[in-house]
């Protein structure tokens, strides 16, 4: 207990230290959810109780790189506006002395259970992982209730990340990200009547996929009649288009049969096309929309050479998104409830870009909303050049729809790309240092940090051979707080 409040309180010093280091960041972002000092990570716990969806987030408020993870945790009645709550969980036991690691929520007889993975690290460098559980009356204050499950015999000790919820036969179901004794990943299921006793009931998938050797942040939901199984693979070697960043997070789609095995219909498909994108997390909210939020990181890859570090913090959370599924294919659009952070608006209507022909503006501020509606016939190319940093290209003969922006490392032009049929309609969020572009209503999402120097101009070509009709319009962001 003393070792708890030791470290809660070394914690919050921490974020009064070098608060207005961090606030004086240029690139603090006016919109997303942010460690108030430190490295954030991974989503953690997102649920909605009593009218409030609770956020908890991985956090190391020490340095900007990982560590002993705390569990950080913001409130929110709209999904927009975040309040920063005390510190739900401290690396402070035997069983979790080296990090909080990630898991759920959920809600049980008028109480909030957190479950995590304590990770131990041992001396000789190899590592226990133990499923843990930590209980709240009032979602605030959690107590810690000690490990749950322990590692099952074929599995490696990387072993976490678990996700609960409560079957429709009542009972009470998890999934654990992996890595069998042969070195691939997978995720396993355990189930429970009291969430006290677990029984475990083996990998989660009814044959192997082979995909890389380790998968984090496993989340299983049904969505129209579909079983989706969400999770964050380590170990894809890059293939034509996909699996371009240093770790990926996707889904599999499929049956869950009587035997809790999913039978794969469609295999792996990447969630967000952009360069950030992490260890997504899903929720079921009371108006039962199924709402994901993501990192907006990648482990490992180059985190270390981010700008803000110069102030102290380093990552974000996407914004809300919602998942439909639509003609074979997840759909994400973000929340309705972020219209209500549009002010003044900018409407160019009937924009017609003859070959070569520039539409240029400049948005007021560096958090804004744009959205285009396309009517282009025939071959053509459109570019969107946001803030002498980031474009957006779409190829309509090869079909190819591109996201660029200069390296925060080098400088260097660098993409993202994928196979898109058509293109009709773009949405894109801009914050002080980042970028979500849904395409098409949510048929593919690009999401990614930049770090533009100055300069406000969105300038938009058609540089192919046809000429372009577009609609355009620019919303103001409001600060979230
Ligand atoms: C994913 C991850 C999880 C782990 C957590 C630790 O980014 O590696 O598997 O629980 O981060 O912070």
Known sequence: ????????????????????????????????????????????????????????????????????????????????HWQEEPIALAPSDWFDKDGCYSGSAIIHQDQMYLFYTGNVKREDGTRESYQCVAISKDGVHFEKKGPVITLPNGYTPHFR??????????????????????????????????????????????????????WECPDYFELNGKGILLFSPQGLKASGFNYQNVYQSGYVIGDMNEQNKLQVQKGFCELDRGFEFYAPQTMLDEQSRRILIGWMGVPDQDEDKQPTIDHKWVHSMTLPRQLTWKEDKLYQTPVKELETLRSKMVNHSDL?????????????????????????????????????????????????????????????????????????????????????????KGEEVFTARFFPYKGKDVRIRSIGEKKIQMEVTCWTIKRDR
Request: proline share 3%; charged share 25%.
């Open 1 to 80: 207990m003393e070792r708890d409040q030791q470290l809660k309180s070394d914690a919050l010093k921490e974020i009064l230290k070098y608060k207005d280091e961090v606030e004086s960041d240029p690139y603090r972002l006016h919109y997303h959810v942010m460690p108030p000092v430190g490295l954030l990570n991974d989503p953690n716990g997102f649920i909605q109780w009593k009218g409030t969806y609770h956020l908890f987030y991985q956090w190391m408020p020490f340095k900007t790189g990982h560590g002993p993870k705390f569990w950080g945790h913001y409130t929110s009645k709209d999904l927009v």
């Open 161 to 214: 990340d678990p996700k609960v919820w409560q079957g429709k036969d009542e009972l009470w179901y998890m999934v654990i990200g992996a890595q069998k004794e042969n070195l691939e990943g997978d995720a396993v299921l355990y189930q429970s009547h009291d969430l006290e006793n677990w029984e475990f009931l083996g990998s989660i998938m009814d044959k192997d996929l082979s995909l890389g050797y380790m």
């Open 352 to 440: 017609e870009l003859d070959v070569n022909e520039q539409f240029s503006f400049e948005l007021e501020n560096s958090a804004s909303e744009i959205e285009a509606k396309i009517n282009s016939e025939g071959t053509s190319l459109l570019e969107i050049n946001i803030r002498d940093n980031v474009r957006i290209i779409f190829n309509s003969n090869q079909k190819l729809f591109t996201l660029e922006r200069k390296s925060y490392v080098d400088g260097l032009v660098e993409r993202r790309q994928c196979i898109l049929d058509h293109l009709s309609h773009l949405q894109i969020f801009l914050d002080t240092s980042s970028i979500e572009v849904f395409v098409n």
